[in-house]
């Protein structure tokens, strides 16, 4: 089975930008949540979605949106990018919301210069 | 607001010996605890769980003990290898606020020497 994937890898943008990032869960996993992890902290929660709905927020400003689709895969949007978005963003995929198992793709290394 | 705190930051071990982990949350209504291992460079990776209605869980030389009157759990690693060297984060699942979210703590790097 493939294991959560997430589109690009790598990525470079400028202030005052906007960027989107993909995820795709575990084939049967219907919940995506985002994270946002800086460099030698832990992952801070973003989003959780499941079913199509969102089902959990993080303390993050509204720049940050996000959507999941009805093949499960999801999209995180940043608007207005500021140097402070530089961050490995890391999507995890789990079979619902609550207390299951959450597997995270490789993430993706954002850095705005 | 919701929070997890890990101690401690860095631990550093021989080879062989055991390295313990230990966490508290502050949300009562939590009722799930995951660890991770993070490698350089790598993604989070599941390694052992809790549930709020078991008090210790173990897998091979992992085991994980919760208490919930105290709001505490901790991680034990017995027969260190160097491969164990690693970031590891615990979590806690909070459904504060009407929001489901998965809480960190700021993580403990663990340095195995052979």
């Known amino acids: 089975d493939a294991g959560v994937t997430q589109s690009p890898t790598h990525l470079i943008k400028t202030r005052g930008q906007h960027v989107t990032l993909r995820c795709s869960p575990i084939s049967g996993h219907k919940s995506v949540s985002w994270y946002q992890q800086v460099l030698g902290q832990g992952p801070q929660f973003i989003f959780q979605?499941?079913?199509?709905?969102?089902?959990g927020r993080g303390n993050f400003p509204d720049r940050f949106s996000a959507r999941q689709f009805p093949n499960y895969s999801s999209e995180l949007n940043v608007n207005a990018l500021l140097l402070g978005d530089s961050a490995l963003y890391l999507c995890?995929?789990?079979f619902g919301t609550g207390g299951y198992e959450q597997y995270f793709g490789p993430g993706t290394r954002l850095t705005v210069t | 607001g919701e929070n997890v705190e890990q101690h401690p930051s860095t631990l550093s071990v021989q080879e062989g010996d055991s390295a313990v982990i230990k966490c508290t949350y502050s949300?009562?209504?939590?009722?799930?605890f995951p660890w991770y291992k993070q490698e350089l460079g790598k993604r989070p990776q599941l390694i052992i769980d809790?549930?709020?209605?078991?008090g210790e869980k173990k897998d091979q030389r992992i085991a994980v003990t919760l208490n919930k009157t105290a709001k505490h759990f901790s991680l034990h690693i017995t027969e260190t290898q160097p491969e164990d060297s690693a970031v590891y984060f615990c979590a806690a699942y909070s459904f504060s606020g009407g929001y489901n979210k998965l809480i960190f703590g700021a993580g403990t790097r663990l340095a195995v020497h052979p």
């Open positions: 809790i549930r709020s209605n078991v």
């Open positions: 979605y499941y079913e199509k709905e969102e089902r």
């Open positions: 949300d009562s209504a939590s009722n799930y």
């Open positions: 995890a995929s789990s």
